[in-house]
């Protein structure tokens, strides 16, 4: 038996074996519900190493060692911090809006985790082809922003209103170039399932075809996740922590958790749609899918070890007046060179030549017109 | 594909439960001693002045409203994208007015400063 179909073959002989004594739709039932559990503890297991790897990896750029007292190299630091946060007491605001304040925290990591239903782990490792795919997961992106605002407005708390407002606005912002960026992956691929679009990246993965198309997408995925240098809306040093001020214990482990695996699904995300997902050689899928991954993320911490946080209206003015331009001009190249009908071989040379000649222009347009002063901004 | 979707539906009760299972937890064995101190607004130790929940920066509703135009453009667009292979040079065309249209109304919207923020 090779490595690639362990799993389907695994689920397999579990589905053989459970219906050999159990009626055919309880079998069934208890298939899906032993996969969905498979990915809730999954996630569980990715945010805790990634919230100690990225201690790690900022401590050693920052010149410091980061966590090295729980178990050796602080490797088991995630659990202890877990049971601190279970055992922490739950204190709700005089002021707060009570629901708001409790739902919120349940809300934002519904879609955080409903996201991997359609992510290609692998050749044969995925849990919902979906034909919609990618609208899905931009349709459940705009969820995230929503338990956001419930979350500082429900805090009753001025500094975690300002963080949800400013969270609403960046998300929001941001979603336009992204859905843009992803029309032109879907237009070349000529589909919106994850899988076909990742079969369609041969022989070059689109980060190489469509450069700009992955860079606009790369940005808007940091901003989506709220990371650095887009953190705005849980800036320490303005706003305290922006909308979880007000939150603690699990509650705020809740918010904690749906961050980190939508830093890690939407890492996925671009790996999926511009780095060929898990194509590779030689190792099986789903290592391949996971070490590109794990490299996202890994620029994903180095981002926030090196650039300064942006102002909001340097913000929201990269968003709607160069990505969105940007992202539209991008768009329009990507549907004539589909439409050139160039032989195949010079395919991937035109699109190159479309995406050169947009970067330059853009930018120049950027260093151009870019104001040497910015108003002081207020809020 | 009725199966997908059953599937989906099941994660998302699962993610539900996971929250709602951790805070029941939590709260099963947390202890609960607030005090009106405790329970007090968290801004950075002076006391909260004023109503928190006032009218605030119209500013972000400009936005929102410019964000409602481009999402539903991104949602018309996609299926535009998926069978754009298939279609002839008219879906080019098509696309090419629909873009300007919206890149007039962004345009239109950055000249009246609904853009800047002040």
Partial sequence: MDLESIFPRLQEIIAQWLSSFLPGWLAELLVILMVVLAIVLMMVVVVMVLTLLERKILGRLQDRIGPNRVGPYGVIQPVADTLKLLFKEDIVPEKADKLLHLLAPIIIVVPALMVWAVMPFGKKLVAADLNIAVLYVIALGSVTSIAILMAGWGSGNKYSLLGGFRAVAQLFSYEVPMGLAVLSVVMAAGSMSLQSIVKAQSPLPFAFVQPIAFLIYFICGVAEVNRSPFDLPEAESEIIAGYHIEYTGVKFAMFFLAEYINTFAVSAMVVTLFLGGWKGPILPSYVWFFIKVAIVVYVFFWLRASFPRLRIDQLLNFAWKFLVPLGMVNLLVTGIVVKLNVPVWLTVPAYWAGNFVIGVIALYLLTRFTPKKTPVSLR | ?118
Avoid: H
């Fill in chain 2, 1 to 118: 594909m009725l199966n997908q979707y059953l599937f989906i539906g099941i994660l998302a009760l699962a993610s539900f439960a996971v929250p709602v299972i951790g805070i029941g937890f939590a709260w099963l064995i947390s202890p609960k001693r607030a005090n009106p101190l405790k329970r007090s607004i968290y801004e950075c130790g002076l006391e909260t002045i004023g109503e928190t929940w006032v009218q605030f920066r119209v500013q972000y509703y400009i936005y929102a409203l410019v964000f409602a135009v481009f999402d539903v453009e991104i949602a018309f667009l996609l299926p535009w994208a998926v069978a754009y292979n298939r279609l002839g040079l008219v879906a080019l065309v098509d696309v090419v007015i629909f873009l300007g249209i919206l890149a007039t109304a962004l345009a239109y919207a950055w000249r009246k400063g609904a853009l800047r923020w002040s």
